[in-house]
T-cell receptor
Framework: AQKITQTQPGMFVQEKEAVTLDCTYD???????LFWYKQPSSGEMIFLIY??????QNATEGRYSLNFQKARKSANLVISASQLGDSAMYFC?????????????FGTGTRLTIIP | DVKVTQSSRYLVKRTGEKVFLECVQD?????MFWYRQDPGLGLRLIYF???????EKGDIPEGYSVSREKKERFSLILESASTNQTSMYLC???????????FGSGTQLSVL
């Protein structure tokens, strides 16, 4: 079975500092995808970044990067130069291929609060 | 952009009522999912469907059923609502092999 672990229920970070949100995963499947989603107080789920298990380089999307350490089974999200609008819940998720019946398994989330 | 529409943003029901949560997507995606979100528990998969009339149990299917008669519509059914089903329900969709899920805006269900 697949499992995603986010050990930080909440974090407070000063504006403009970099933030690292932790995520570890467990799967025996060699092929998988890792995702990060942001959920602001409005409730919508916003896709941030994706990393495939065979990707050689760490994924980046603007201020977001994914620190992928395959041997350690970790996929931490790094937000550079944090902004007040980054305050939200952040979820790490994993998808394992299953003959087209793919499903995402989510972690419990980290609530990030950016302090002015 | 993909649009995933959930019929209600807020819903209040009584214990024992039959509840229907509807989700409609406009991008011809094969896969559709129902999650529930609870504080401290993250998102947990209830059911998913990878084709019309096909369904698979997720991690917490007890007390729920689903229906997918048309590709664009995926319904979650609470046969007899209970207070422990008070939660935020999120519908999502994706094309097979696509990288990301597209979510609806969620339905906050309160069962009294």
């Amino acid at each position: 079975a697949q499992k995603i672990t986010q050990t930080q229920p909440g974090m407070f970070v000063q504006e403009k500092e970099a933030v690292t949100l932790d995520c570890t995963y467990d799967t025996s499947d060699p092929s998988y995808g890792l995702f990060w989603y942001k959920q602001p107080s409005s409730g919508e789920m916003i896709f941030l970044i994706y990393q495939g298990s065979y990707d050689q380089q760490n994924a980046t999307e603007g201020r977001y990067s994914l620190n992928f350490q395959k041997a350690r089974k970790s996929a931490n999200l790094v937000i550079s130069a944090s902004q007040l609008g980054d305050s939200a819940m952040y979820f790490c998720a994993m998808r394992v291929p299953n003959f087209g019946n793919e499903k995402l398994t989510f972690g419990t989330g980290t609530r990030l609060t950016i302090i002015p | 952009d993909v649009k995933v529409t959930q019929s209600s943003r807020y819903l209040v029901k009584r214990t024992g009522e039959k509840v229907f949560l509807e989700c409609v997507q406009d991008m011809d995606h094969e896969n559709m999912f129902w999650y529930r979100q609870d504080p401290g528990l993250g998102l947990r998969l209830i059911y998913f469907s990878y084709d019309v009339k096909m369904k698979e149990k997720g991690d917490i299917p007890e007390g729920y059923s689903v229906s997918r008669e048309k590709k664009e519509r995926f319904s979650l059914i609470l046969e007899s609502a209970s207070t422990n089903q008070t939660s935020m329900y999120l519908c999502a969709t994706t094309r097979v092999g696509n990288e990301k899920l597209f979510f609806g805006s969620g339905t906050q269900l309160s069962v009294l």
